[in-house]
């Protein structure tokens, strides 16, 4: 089992800046690809980036390119997503995930979740 705790969430004018944290616990950390998701309210969970077990790869969903970067520090058992030039559209509560395959985009592929932070941008 891997226990998973997001933190680092909460409120953000739009065009502020926020790093959100997994920290992760149980099982070797080293051994699973890292990823985030979010789910605004009436929408379905989406895929926003994924880091290798290893930190040198990472991919991050087309449309927050250039804005949020992912990156794990595999020392502290933990995933950072940082996010910049923050919008309204990007509240959601933002979930981490931890799975067997690098570069996985579906959230059926993650195996273990954590219980989510909530990030919400205002005007």
């Known amino acids: 089992q891997v226990q998973l705790v997001e933190s680092g969430g909460g409120l953000v004018q739009a065009g502020g800046s926020l790093r959100i944290s997994c920290a992760a616990s149980g099982r070797t950390f080293e051994n699973y690809a890292m990823a985030w998701f979010r789910q605004a309210p009436g929408k379905e969970r989406e895929f926003v980036a994924t880091?290798?077990?290893?930190?040198?790869?990472?991919y991050v969903a087309e449309f927050m390119k250039g804005r949020f970067t992912i990156s794990r520090d595999n020392a502290k058992s933990t995933v950072y997503l940082q996010m910049n030039s923050l919008e309204p559209v990007d509240t959601a509560v933002y979930y981490c995930a931890a799975g067997r395959v690098d570069g996985a985009r579906n959230q059926h592929e993650y195996d273990y979740w954590g219980q989510g932070t909530q990030v919400t941008v205002s005007l």
């Open positions: 880091v290798a077990w290893h930190g040198r790869i990472t």
